[in-house]
């Protein structure tokens, strides 16, 4: 099986600051994907961005970006000017083509910010 | 659209007692998948399905069965309920075709056996 880890469970950021998640990721293939999801209180899981791992360009949407490093296995999310509505838990998953497309996901990283 | 729904939100359970989690997509997604959310864990695959009539084990199966008959539904049961089982439960469905492949969730069952 695939791992994903986090290594932060929770962090804080002022309101228009900026701050970033970590995720890395253990897997011995080549193409794949690899995508953050957030869960505000809510729970409803939202897709954030994703990336395919033969692309070498990182992921843009809108505030955030992500900083994809295949040779460490590294794929950080950074959240620009930060909002109230971007307090959530965040989630890094990996994707394996086939076999069902199963996601792996991280433990999840608790984002709080601070007004 | 609908997306992805759960029946139902909110389940009590008495340990031995079964139910049934029904989950339902209207985009015609070939893939499906039930998850369990458990605090500082993350989501872990339960069971999940590539098409109508499969169904195939993830990392957590033990405890739960699941059925496919149909290709907008997947049944997620508990025959036996254990209080190990207390969990948030995720449906979600996603598209065969890649790189279309980001996976649709449910808004989750929060189920407590007592």
């Known amino acids: 099986a695939q791992t994903v880890t986090q290594s932060q469970p929770e962090m804080s950021v002022q309101e228009a600051e900026t701050v970033t998640l970590s995720c890395t990721y253990d897997?011995?293939?080549?193409?794949?994907?690899l995508f953050w999801y957030k869960q505000p209180p809510s729970r409803q899981m939202i897709l954030v961005i994703r990336?395919?791992?033969?692309?070498?360009q990182n992921a843009t949407e809108n505030r955030f970006s992500v900083n994809f490093q295949k040779a460490a296995k590294s794929f950080s999310l950074k959240i620009s000017d930060s909002q109230l509505g971007d307090t959530a838990m965040y989630f890094c998953a990996f994707m394996k083509p086939h076999t069902g497309n199963q996601f792996y996901f991280g433990t999840g990283t608790s984002l709080t910010v601070i007004p | 659209n609908a997306g992805v729904t759960q029946t139902p939100k909110f389940r009590v359970l008495k340990t031995g007692q079964s139910m049934t989690l029904l989950c339902a997509q209207d985009?015609?997604?070939?893939?499906m998948y039930w998850y369990r959310q458990d605090p500082g864990m993350g989501l872990r695959l339960i069971h999940y399905s590539v098409g109508e009539g499969t169904t195939a084990k993830g990392e957590v199966p033990d405890g739960y069965n699941v059925s496919r008959l149909k290709k907008q539904n997947f049944l997620l049961g508990l025959e036996s309920a254990a209080p190990s089982q207390t969990s948030v439960y995720f449906c979600?469905?996603?598209?065969?075709?890649?790189?279309?492949?980001?996976?649709?969730f449910g808004p989750g069952t929060r189920l407590t056996v007592l």
């Open positions: 979600a469905s996603s598209s065969s075709e890649l790189p279309y492949n980001e996976q649709f």
């Open positions: 897997t011995s293939e080549s193409n794949y994907y």
């Open positions: 985009m015609n997604h070939e893939y």
């Open positions: 990336q395919e791992a033969y692309k070498q």
